[in-house]
């Protein structure tokens, strides 16, 4: 029997669809269409409706999709107004939002201010309740002010509360006795608890990750269902799993009580699939660098394992690439460890007041769009540079059924650019590129360098609609020499959704020196924490066979601040060297990231954790068809005259159809190779070979 699954991942510019059979691995169908904004689902079910029959929707065995919902609710995206939310906690905490950390996000700025606190002090409840930081109750707590807390939610038209209590994290009791309150008392109102959502200590985190929680689960449950409608009223009855960002994907109901996982979920799919190469392909470093429409975005993958980070914060400011600490809402969540900045396709050139030319961070999106999609946009765009210098096809895009008008490009940069700086027209799209070049190159030095690693050791895969055509001139700022073009570049992130495992991740706070640890109480609170993801994954479909837990530990230094996060799987807790392994673990890695070790100082344990994962059976890599080193004339589409980086001229250069291509095909630069989705450029002193994937090795000569 014929089981599809379908993968949809919305982006700021473009809505991908990978439609595949699962059991043979055959794409049916793959689709890029703009997004609509102010209504997403609909570029989905109109494209589906295209696409599959009747008899197609029957077979349909899962969907999965990946959404910046989340994120734009922070960013303050229209129709995305932040629902009326209350915060009930611990009697003289009523301000730990505002107060926050003594963390300044513009050291030197004089006028700056800090973020709103995101809910205001007039819906900050206090409530008498004590427990120390063992769990332990010094304080009962005194429920008499919960019906004056309810009678305001009731008149304010609140839609959501946050309850987090002081060391709740370690006992959660009184914080269960005021949720089952506001069940019984209030029946529509969405509730998120601190012992759900982040039961750790720090209790800024804490809270703030709570009340982000609380504030998205209107927004997020409001689009979830609007979309499981549409699919159901489509004929769909296949589950609904969403992308969370920490790399994993979850059924909609369960995101639904988590929508603080799925902030970075856009991003994190491109990431996921690029760990499936690393795997198919056996390649320990991977550099993933993903350029669409609206924003680039970097990450690593070394040993075949994605970093995370549980450091992040929302609606924050970005600077080349960095999230600017102290600017946004922190959420302690498991994040792919990413760097992002807003250069895409669409992204546009200014000149600034010191004739200066400049590049995003603001995007012309899906509409209007560059200049040449004849959409009413007139500023010039990273697209319309590319467009001009020859390296996308003038008659259109997307296998030419998406038309676009060279001419419109270079009228828009003669006046917004070259007629301000005293540039020819060309000169200026150079300019265009090499700056947004210089600017991405940062984002993929964040994840190396930043990182202690040397990215000459990795091989970068590019995809995104826009990541191939500037892979090369990135990977010469980096000196590195490999680079592979997957597939479907501009659908790798969809693609990317249907190489994930469902994962839920559950965390236990224990403070203690590892030499003090009774480790059989520790083996007892990880079995208890897998137990947890058992039952749930039990409930979404999955036989034991196909579940796995993944043990880790979050370790630091007494007197530390933060934590690294140490994998124990295969660490037997019962042995009698087991502190001795752990604290050589730490250590190493502590060296690894930080350059140092301190031998005599004491390590503790400060929170143990779970990865639960659903294993799905993920699709193979198919060999394609195998030729010469030459590849056959009818790969050779024509020849166009090209303006490379670093050139004074237009060089005439060969244009090769992917799809014509065979395995051990060879082209030597300068070259451009074009598909539905995307363009890969080959510059001067770069070769391409494919390989018995399809896939396109691009070396530096």
Known sequence: MKKIVIGIDIGGTFTDIIIQNKESGDIIKQLKVSTI?????????????????????????????????????????????????ALVTTKGFRDILEIGRQRRASLYDFSFERPTPIIPRRFRFEIEERLNHRGEITLPIELDILPKISAIIKQENINSVAITLLHSYMNSIHEQKIKQYFEKNHKDIYISTSFEVSPEHREFERTSTTAINAILMPIVSRYINSLAESFTEFGFKAPLFIMQSNGGVSKSDQIQKLPVSIIESGPSAGVVASRFYAEFLDLNRVLSFDMGGTTAKAGSIVNKTITLTSEYEVGGDVHSGRIVKGSGYPARFPFIDLAEMSSGGGSIAWVDKGNALRVGPISAGSDPGPACYDHKGEDPTITDANLILGRLNPEGLLNKTFKIYPELSKISIEEKIASKIDLSVFESALGIIEIANINMSRILRIVTVERGLDPRDFILI?????????????????EMNHIIIPNSPGLFSAMGLLFT??????????????????????????RNLEEKGFVVLDEEGFKEKDILHQRFAELRYIGQGFELLIPLSEIDLEANTTSTKIKSLFNEKHKAIYGYTMENEEVEVVNIRVNSFGLIKKPVL????????KPIKEALVEYRQVLFDKQKDFVKTPIYDRTALLAKNENTGPAIIEQYDTTTVIPLNWKAKVDEFGLIHLHRM
């Open 462 to 478: 590019a995809f995104g609609g826009a990541g191939p055509l500037h892979a090369c001139a990135l990977a010469n700022e980096l």
């Open 501 to 526: 495992d469902v994962k839920h991740t559950y965390v236990k706070s224990i403070r203690e020196k590892i030499m003090n640890l009774d480790y059989q109480v520790v083996e007892n609170e990880f």
């Open 37 to 85: 904004p102010k209504n997403p689902e609909e570029a989905i079910i109109t494209s589906l409706q295209k696409e599959l029959t009747s008899e197609d929707i029957d077979f349909v065995q899962q969907i999965y999709h990946a959404t910046t919902i989340a994120t734009n609710a922070f960013l303050g995206q229209v129709n995305l107004e932040l629902p009326k939310t």
């Open 622 to 629: 198919k060999n394609i068809k195998s030729g010469a080193k």
